[in-house]
């Protein structure tokens, strides 16, 4: 494998991929830009969201938040709300909490520094080098799943993208292809060519600019590459909620920071002994997460009286709501749904 990699042309390769971005590059709202406040909200939008079905969500997000300053101020519960239908709810989180961190250490404006940006709550390699490549011409690697794949089946490469090295190893071999002062267009168009191209499933082999460097497409071994030999089980867990009303009333309570879906808001998970004679139907569902496999059991609990429910949400530290006014707070997407099917 050293040896096929070490003969070929990194820079031509580079050059070649870079020619095809400017002729077939996809055209979206936020490349019109080197705002880096714009190019870090896209980042993190569409890391785990399709260009597509994140745009109405980034256009909304930049629309109310349009500076550092304003999501700084924003009151949580409103960043959660702009965030609505994204999930990885602690993404928006980290967003309110890294804009607060530019306000105080860098005097609202925002660092240039890959060091500094990596410093940002939520930011990992990867964006924060999108951000120094695309916004100040770093000559950094954006490496993400896009360049393991890419890079992996280009030079027909074995090395483990489960490896702890992988990220060091990548962008080392991704730096000996990115031409000078290019940086940012290097790796968006890595990016455009993992997501529209070289695909996981099904790669469009036959229209990929770098098919005839490409060492696994011309081994007939596409499907062999990237190389990923650890696979983390997903953790079964079983959950229960209850949802507590009285006529149109219902009880919810904002979620703390220590597991999952932080700062969103639940139903009750238990209920006074008191209230088991009013428990009625039951319904389950299933909802994945990384690395998670949810059960989750919601019974419905129909109160004779307000005074129960008042009584109960002051002891617990509950909060009254009805289903017009819920809709300006974020739930789990398993609790959302079953609050649009209610009766």
Request: glycine share 4%.
């Amino acid at each position: 494998m050293k040896t096929k990699k070490q003969n070929a042309d990194f820079l031509h390769v580079g050059e070649k991929l870079l020619a095809w971005y400017k002729t077939y590059g996809r055209d979206l709202p936020f490349r019109s830009t080197k705002d880096p406040y714009k190019i870090w909200i896209c980042e993190i939008i569409f890391q785990q969201t399709r260009i597509e079905q994140g745009l109405n969500h980034y256009h909304n997000f930049i629309s109310r938040f349009p500076d550092i300053e304003t999501l700084a101020n924003a009151e949580n519960d409103e960043v959660l709300l702009y965030w609505k239908g994204l999930g990885y709810y602690s993404r928006a989180l980290n967003l309110h909490k890294a804009a607060q961190q530019i306000m105080i250490d860098h005097e609202g404006i925002f660092p240039e520094k890959y060091e500094d940006i990596l410093q940002l709550k939520g930011v990992g390699k990867y964006t924060a080098a999108a951000i120094s490549s695309i916004c100040f011409g770093a000559k950094i690697p954006a490496v993400d799943g896009n360049f393991y794949r890419v890079l992996s089946r280009v030079f027909a490469d074995d090395f483990d993208v489960s490896n702890s090295k992988a990220f060091q190893y990548f962008s080392e071999l991704a730096l000996q292809m990115m031409p000078e002062k290019q940086a940012g267009s290097f790796n968006e168009a890595m990016m455009d060519l993992g997501s529209e191209i070289c695909k996981p499933r099904n790669p469009k082999c036959e229209v990929c600019p770098l098919n005839q460097d490409c060492l696994a497409f011309n081994l007939g071994k596409i499907q062999d590459f990237p190389v990923k030999s650890k696979k983390v089980k997903p953790q079964d867990l079983e959950l229960k909620y209850y949802f507590v009303h009285f006529g149109d009333l219902f009880l919810i309570k904002q979620r703390k920071e220590d597991f999952i879906w932080k700062k969103l808001y639940e139903f009750p998970v238990e209920i006074p002994e008191s209230f088991s004679g009013y428990v009625g139907s039951m319904k389950t569902v299933s909802h994945k997460l990384t690395h998670k496999n949810l059960t989750i059991h919601i019974y419905k609990v129909s109160l004779p009286t307000i005074k129960m429910l008042n009584d109960f949400a002051k002891e617990q530290g509950f909060t009254i709501t009805n289903l017009v006014d819920s809709h300006q707070k974020s739930f789990p997407k398993p609790l959302e749904n079953y609050l649009k099917n209610i009766d």
